[in-house]
């Protein structure tokens, strides 16, 4: 990974708007600070402008020239209720239920990406990750050919070498169980945005059996979206069968188990079977492995879209908020 340079270098050429649904938290004021300090990435505040003003006088961050919008009185909120009912007439939302939701910053933010007024969106720690995709699901949709929205985060640290290790860990956050193809999509998903970071996707299907060792409904489940993925997806370097995550990074141990794999021992794109393993598994290789950890990045919308957790400091969200601007940007 060669660092954010080449993301900010995409931004230069390339500037873009971006909605921060949290206007007054201190984290975000500091961010929109460094932000409106270049000339890349133009932060939308939500929020109570005086409020917003008072937080950041005394935050002592500059945030002159920022956009700030208050969803409560904003001028033009007929025209988005109008398109937001024309959004969801299939599930007869009227307009005060529309009025009512659009009261709320990640309603509101993601409307302003459908509108056009904004490129993208970086919600708070205040929303949970699906206070966040379930107004993108409901206005934005997936991207054509996806069934699901997913997540991944992606893991940095310096090696011995000099050089960043970089890992990709998914679904850290949205889907509790998925299914085989839902396994296949967070696959692929993953593998394209872990090349975005510099990585050449050497991918595994983590479980508690290597390649038959175990058994057991998950095991079977594992295995089969691992074999579907490398016949659906021939490019990508992945591992056929279920591995443990020891023979997954250990090169020892995959000359033990599976010798003739070319993953196996190098892996680093895990796909683990369920949300519990995977939100403990980044959350250990952060904690203990002392790795900093950039997601969770959100898969699969139609649009570029966020949120930051509520343990990220100020440089976290600046961070954040330009991972969400540059990827996937065309």
Same mark, same amino acid.
């Given at each position: 990974m060669n660092g954010f340079g080449m993301f900010i270098d995409k931004l230069r050429k390339n500037p873009q708007t971006i909605v921060m649904t949290e206007g007054k938290d201190e984290r975000v004021l500091e961010a929109s600070s460094r932000l409106l300090a270049s000339n890349f990435l133009k932060p939308i505040l939500l929020g109570n402008p005086d409020e917003i003003q008072k937080a950041a006088e005394e935050s002592g961050f500059n945030i002159r020239g920022a956009q700030i919008v208050d969803p409560m009185t904003y001028d033009k909120i007929e025209e988005m209720v109008d398109l937001f009912c024309e959004i969801r007439k299939d599930k007869g939302l009227t307009p005060d239920e529309a009025r009512e939701l659009l009261r709320h910053p990640n309603y509101f933010g993601t409307m302003m990406i459908k509108m056009g007024l904004a490129d993208c969106m970086l919600g708070s720690s205040s929303m949970s990750t699906s206070d966040t995709v379930r107004p993108a699901l409901?206005?934005?949709?997936?991207?054509?050919?996806?069934?699901?929205?997913?997540?991944? +985060?992606? @893991? +940095?640290?310096?090696?011995?070498?000099?050089?960043?290790? +970089?890992?990709?860990? !998914?679904?850290?956050?949205?889907? &509790?169980?998925?299914?085989?193809?839902? @396994?296949?999509?967070?696959?692929? #998903?993953? !593998?394209?945005?872990?090349?975005?970071?510099?990585?050449?996707?050497?991918? %595994?299907?983590?479980?508690?059996?290597?390649?038959?060792?175990?058994?057991? &409904? #998950? +095991?079977?489940?594992?295995?089969? %979206?691992?074999?579907?993925?490398?016949?659906?997806?021939? &490019?990508?370097?992945?591992?056929?069968? &279920? @591995?443990?995550? #020891? /023979? /997954?990074?250990?090169?020892r141990v995959a000359r033990q188990k599976c010798p003739n794999s070319k993953v196996a021992g190098y892996a680093n794109t895990f796909i683990f079977p369920d949300l519990n393993a995977a939100n403990m598994g980044y959350k250990i290789a952060q904690r203990m492995g002392n790795f900093e950890a950039y997601g969770l990045i959100l898969l699969g919308l139609n649009a570029r879209i966020n949120n930051f957790s509520w343990g990220s400091n100020a440089m976290e969200v600046y961070s954040m908020a330009i991972l969400t601007a540059a990827l996937d940007l065309n």
């Open positions: 409901q206005i934005i949709k997936t991207k054509p050919g996806r069934s699901i929205v997913s997540s991944c +985060v992606i @893991l +940095v640290r310096p090696s011995a070498t000099g050089e960043n290790e +970089v890992l990709a860990m !998914a679904d850290c956050g949205i889907n &509790e169980k998925p299914t085989v193809d839902q @396994l296949v999509e967070i696959c692929e #998903d993953t !593998a394209n945005c872990a090349k975005n970071f510099g990585i050449s996707p050497k991918i %595994a299907f983590l479980s508690y059996s290597t390649k038959g060792s175990g058994h057991g &409904e #998950d +095991v079977d489940r594992m295995r089969n %979206a691992a074999n579907k993925a490398r016949e659906e997806y021939p &490019e990508l370097m992945i591992e056929g069968d &279920e @591995l443990q995550f #020891d /023979a /997954a990074v250990s090169p």
